[in-house]
């Protein structure tokens, strides 16, 4: 993604070349920022223009005007997604996307009635099928809300036929009933 914005050097990084000031102060100032617009931003990948540094009274700094590009993630309503079971809860899941971590509802992890049992794993009923942390899993994007920025919230569904562990894929696709019932 490239932006224009800019800058402020800290005196601290006047004795760096000018590039690599300029690279720490924007991954200071935008690595883990959350947005709307520019996503989750992972890393700085390239400074492409730094314009002439002005000086705001009252502050030690230079502020240069800076093209620059960074590396970020802007998660999409149904998209499908790889994950790992990072905790188990009452009402549901959270799965870790590698960025961000989403939210299973109970009732969005299996076509089956779910409960949650006592050492923390989600059981089906009628399928046994379970899910725990630390399982891999599919799961597809169906809500995001950048209502609180500090913590966006990632609704994922793994309802649908080929989502969820990989052996229910496997499972599904190979359609035999006998397999997914209760073992």
Known sequence: MKVKDHVRVSPSMFGLDLKEAIVNSVREQYTGFISKELGIVIDVLDVTQIN???IIPGD???YYETDFEL???V???QEVLPGIVRDVADFGAFV???PIDGMIHVSQTMNDFVSVTKEKVLQGKESGRVL???DQCVARM???SYKDRANPKFGLTMRQEGLGKPEWVTEDLSGD???RTAK
């Open 52 to 54: 002439d540094g002005i």
């Open 60 to 62: 030690g700094a230079n």
């Open 142 to 144: 169906v809500a995001i």
């Open 132 to 134: 725990k942390v630390g």
């Open 71 to 73: 590396l970020s993630y």
């Open 75 to 77: 998660p999409e309503m």
């Open 177 to 179: 009933k006998k397999t």
């Open 96 to 98: 870790n996307l590698g």
